[in-house]
Structures are given as structure tokens and as C-alpha cells.
């Protein structure tokens, strides 16, 4: 079974600043990877996803992820936030093999971006 | 633009009470979710379809069950709701395949009194 742990329940960051959100899987296998947003009273959307391949991957919304197999992580960046970039983001994982598509998500990360 | 529609964005029901929540999806994918959302907890699989009358238990059925009659409607149902049923739920769709990427609805809060 795989496990999502992001590394900061709060990341309060100024406008212009970049940000690094932390993200580490636990499992035995590979995985999938995916980083999900979600804007105030909306539901989540997918920002971006790694399946194979390039580890660098990028998003929506000028977002980009690194995954790091020796590290079992996959941290998401922006070099410069925007106001409108204040959200909830959730780090979710998938066995590939596994029949029923279940994805594991971490407990999620508030970014707050100020001016 | 996949459209994932729940059918009310906020309800209030009392202890006891049976509720439904619907959910409908216009994309025509196989796979559909329910998941509820709590602070500090994330996303919680409740059930999940893969195909019409098909159902399988998530991490945390007790209380729930779900129908798809339909491959577009998914219905999650609170038996006897309880307090502690006092909840965000998402439903999601999916194409089949493990690559694919679920899209969610914008939400149904909960709150059982």
C-alpha cells in the first residue's frame, strides 16, 4: 500500500516569492504521481502528473515538480506566486498495477500568498 | 470540459435522516468516486464504480452505500446519517486506466445536526 505524507500543513508566502511544496510517498513499488489544487469552494483540479520518464515535470499555471526515486519524493515549485495561487494543494499517489485506481492522497498543504 | 455536477452545494439534514447525494458526469468515463474531505485528513475514498451496477468499498465505507444505475450518475447514500457524517464529500470521474487523472465535482458540505 502507498502512503503520502506533504512535509507543511501551512506555507505562507509574499507575492513574487517562489514556493516549494514538499511531498514524500512511501511504497515498495513504482508509482504514479500527481499534484492537485483546490481553489476556495471549488473541487480539485490536476496541476500536473508523473508517470515516467523526464523526473522534471510541468504543470498548469507555471507549476512544475521534480520527482526523486532515490528520495521517494515529488516536491512541487512556482518561482513567483501570485495572489490568485492561495489554495489547498494535495500530493496523490497510484500503484499502477493495482485494479482499482485508487489514489492516496496526502493531508494537504494551505498556501497562503500575500502582497 | 469535463463537467462533474453534484447536485447541491450545501445540505442540512438531521441524525437518522437517509440522504442522497448525486452526482453526474458528461464525459462518459467508467470509473466514478466518492471521497470525503476533512481538515488535516485529505481526501478519504469512501466507494468507487467502475462500471454500471458495479461498486467496490474504499478505505471508509461504514455508514455508505453508493447506486449507478447509469454510467453518468453515481449516488452516495448516508443510511442513517450521524454527526460524525458532518463532511465536505467530492465525487470524481475517471477514464479507465491508471494514467488517467480524476476530475471532481466542486463539492457537497454536509452538515448533519
Known amino acids: 500500500a502507498q502512503s503520502v505524507t506533504q512535509l507543511d500543513s501551512q506555507v505562507p508566502v509574499f507575492e513574487e516569492a517562489p514556493v516549494e511544496l514538499r511531498c514524500n510517498y512511501s511504497?515498495?513499488?513504482?508509482?504514479?504521481l500527481f499534484w492537485y489544487v483546490q481553489y476556495p469552494n471549488q473541487g480539485l483540479q490536476l496541476l500536473l502528473k508523473y508517470l515516467s520518464g523526464s523526473t522534471l515535470v510541468k504543470g498548469i499555471n507555471g507549476f512544475e515538480a521534480e520527482f526523486n526515486k532515490s528520495q521517494t519524493s515529488f516536491h512541487l515549485r512556482k518561482p513567483s506566486v501570485h495572489i490568485s495561487d492561495t489554495a489547498e494543494y494535495f500530493c496523490a499517489v497510484r500503484d499502477p498495477r493495482s485494479n482499482d485506481y485508487k489514489l492516496s492522497f496526502g493531508a494537504g498543504t494551505t498556501v497562503t500568498v500575500r502582497a | 470540459d469535463v463537467k462533474v455536477t453534484q447536485s447541491s452545494r450545501y445540505l442540512v439534514k438531521r441524525t437518522g435522516e437517509k440522504v442522497f447525494l448525486e452526482c453526474v458526469q458528461d464525459?462518459?468515463?467508467?470509473?466514478m468516486f466518492w471521497y470525503r474531505q476533512d481538515p488535516g485528513l485529505g481526501l478519504r475514498l469512501i466507494y468507487f464504480?467502475?462500471?454500471?451496477?458495479?461498486?467496490e468499498k474504499g478505505d471508509i465505507p461504514e455508514g455508505y452505500s453508493v447506486s449507478r444505475e447509469k454510467k453518468e450518475r453515481f449516488s452516495l447514500i448516508l443510511e442513517s446519517a450521524s454527526t460524525n457524517q458532518t463532511s465536505m464529500y467530492l465525487c470524481?470521474?475517471?477514464?479507465?486506466?491508471?494514467?488517467?487523472?480524476?476530475?471532481f465535482g466542486d463539492g457537497t458540505r454536509l452538515s448533519i445536526l
Open positions: 511504497s515498495s513499488v513504482s508509482v504514479y
Open positions: 464504480s467502475y462500471d454500471v451496477k458495479m461498486k
Open positions: 470524481a470521474s475517471s477514464f479507465w486506466g491508471a494514467a488517467q487523472p480524476q476530475h
Open positions: 464525459m462518459d468515463h467508467e470509473n
